[in-house]
C-alpha cells in the first residue's frame, strides 16, 4: 500500500477518502483531531503549527521508520508547507510554483501582468503609496494583506471618506498591503478539478455577502446562474488560466467578477472552495473533489464517484449564519427542500468591526431539483438572516 501524508483539514474533509487503498499519515492540530479523521487513520501525528519548519520537521521524523509517496494538503494554512515539502523530498503533491502563486497575491499580480488576466496593482508600504494608487484609480481600489484568506484584512476604498477610515485602521509602523484597482461586476467562483494536466470545469458557483461586510453569507450552484454562453466563455476562460499558472493536478476555487460579458480575476486558490462549496459540488455533479484528488493516485482505476451518487440535485445552496437562530424555526421553513447539513452555534461577543467569514456561528446546506421550492427556501433564509 502505497504511504500519504495530508497535512491538517477540516474533519470533514477525511470523510471523503474512506476505502482508497492509501495508508493515510495525517499531521494535524490538536485542536481539529475529529471522528472523520479517527475513523480514517490512527496514524495522526499532532503539531503545533503547519509552518515549513514544524512540517519538514515532523516529515523527517517519519521518514526515519517509512518511505512517504505522496503529500497532499486540502486546506488553505497547510497548502504550501506541503507544496515545500513536495519539493524538498522530490515526493509527488502539490507543485510548489503554482501554489506560490495561489497563496501571494503580488506574485500571482505580477506573473498574470501582460496577459488578459491583467489586473493592476501595487504593493504599499506607506499612506502615501496608498494615495498615490487611489489618485490613478480615483472610481474605487482594494487594500488586502499580501497573503490573506478569509476576507480579514481586505479593504474597498471608493471615496476620499473610505480613504481616510482605511488610513485610520492600518498600523502606521509597517504596512505592507496589495493595491488592486477595484474590479466592478458581479461576482462568482469557478470550481475545477484538474486530473493528470486535464482541466474540467464543474460549476459556477454564485456568492451573496453578509450585510455590508465582505464576508461570505450564502452559495449557490444552479443552472441559473449563468446563461449557457457565458458559462462556456468563463470556462474556457479559467482552462486558460490553469493553464497559465501550470496547475496540473488538483481543484481549484477561482474568483471572478463579471461586467458587461468581460470577466476580471480575483484570485485563484489552489484548494476546494470553503464553506460546502465541495459539498454543493458533490451533489450537483457527483464529482467528489477531495477524493478524485487522491483517487487518480491510488490503484481504482475507474472513478467510483461520478456515476454512482444516488441523487444529482440542480440547485444546491449553503446559507451561513452570523447570529444565532431557532434551528426547529430553519426546519420549518426548508420542508420542501432537502436539509443536507445544519449546525447552529452560540451568538458572538459584539465585534466592534466588519465581520469576516470566520465569525460565522451556524449554516445550512439545502438542495433541490425543484427551482420554485429551491428558490422558495433561500427568500426564507434571506428574510430569517436580514431580520436577524
Ligand atoms: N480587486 C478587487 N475588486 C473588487 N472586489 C475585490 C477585489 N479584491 C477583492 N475583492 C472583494 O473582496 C473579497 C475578498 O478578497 P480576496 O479574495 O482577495 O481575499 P481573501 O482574503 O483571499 O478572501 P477569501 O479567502 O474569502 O476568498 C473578494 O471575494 C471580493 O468580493
Ligand atoms: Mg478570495
Not at 13 to 35: A, C, R, Y
Not at 83 to 104: M, N
Not at 130 to 158: H, R, W
Amino acid at each position: 500500500m502505497k504511504n500519504i501524508v495530508l497535512i491538517g483539514g477540516h474533519d470533514e474533509t477525511f470523510m471523503h477518502f474512506e476505502g482508497l487503498d492509501f495508508n493515510f499519515i495525517v499531521l494535524q492540530l490538536p485542536e481539529s483531531q475529529g471522528k472523520n479523521l479517527a475513523a480514517l487513520t490512527n496514524k495522526i501525528h499532532l503539531v503545533n503549527d503547519f509552518s515549513e519548519i514544524t512540517i519538514i520537521e515532523e516529515i523527517d521524523k517519519i521518514l526515519k521508520t517509512q518511505s512517504i509517496d505522496y503529500i497532499f494538503s486540502f486546506t488553505e494554512d497547510g497548502l504550501l508547507s506541503a507544496a515545500r515539502a513536495s519539493q524538498h523530498y522530490a515526493i509527488p503533491g502539490i507543485d510548489y510554483e503554482t501554489c506560490e502563486i495561489c497563496i501571494c497575491k503580488p506574485l500571482m499580480r505580477s506573473r498574470l501582468e501582460h496577459t488578459e488576466f491583467a489586473v493592476a496593482s501595487k504593493i504599499c508600504k506607506t499612506r502615501r503609496d496608498v494615495e498615490a494608487f487611489f489618485n490613478c484609480y480615483p472610481n474605487g481600489m482594494v487594500l488586502k494583506d499580501p497573503t490573506g484568506s478569509g476576507s480579514e484584512n481586505v479593504f474597498i476604498i471608493k471615496d476620499s471618506a473610505s480613504l481616510l477610515d482605511t488610513l485610520e485602521r492600518l498600523n502606521h509602523e509597517n504596512i505592507v498591503m496589495l493595491a488592486e484597482e477595484f474590479l466592478n461586476g458581479r461576482e462568482v467562483s469557478v470550481e475545477t478539478l484538474t486530473i493528470d494536466s486535464q482541466h474540467r470545469v464543474l460549476a459556477i458557483t454564485n456568492k451573496q455577502l453578509y450585510k455590508t461586510s465582505l464576508a461570505e453569507e450564502q452559495h449557490i450552484i444552479s443552472p441559473d446562474n449563468l446563461d449557457s454562453d457565458t458559462f462556456s466563455e468563463l470556462s474556457r476562460y479559467c482552462e486558460r488560466l490553469l493553464t497559465a499558472i501550470n496547475h496540473t493536478h488538483g481543484p481549484c476555487h477561482i474568483e471572478v467578477t463579471i461586467a458587461d460579458g468581460k470577466f476580471h480575476l480575483i484570485e485563484v486558490n489552489n484548494r476546494v472552495g470553503g464553506d460546502y462549496i465541495g459539498l454543493l459540488v458533490e451533489l450537483t455533479t457527483g464529482v467528489d473533489l477531495f477524493r478524485e484528488t487522491l483517487r487518480f493516485h491510488s490503484h481504482e482505476a475507474e472513478s467510483d464517484t461520478t456515476n454512482t451518487q444516488l441523487t444529482h440535485y440542480k440547485f444546491a445552496g449553503s446559507h451561513l449564519f452570523y447570529e444565532p437562530l431557532n434551528p426547529d424555526m430553519i426546519r420549518d421553513y426548508m420542508q420542501e427542500v432537502d436539509i443536507i447539513r445544519l449546525v447552529m452555534g452560540e451568538a458572538n461577543p459584539p465585534l466592534g468591526r466588519p465581520h469576516i467569514n470566520d465569525d460565522k456561528i451556524g449554516l445550512v446546506v439545502i438542495a433541490s431539483n425543484d427551482r420554485k421550492k429551491f428558490y422558495t427556501a433561500i427568500d426564507h433564509l434571506n428574510r430569517l438572516s436580514s431580520a436577524s
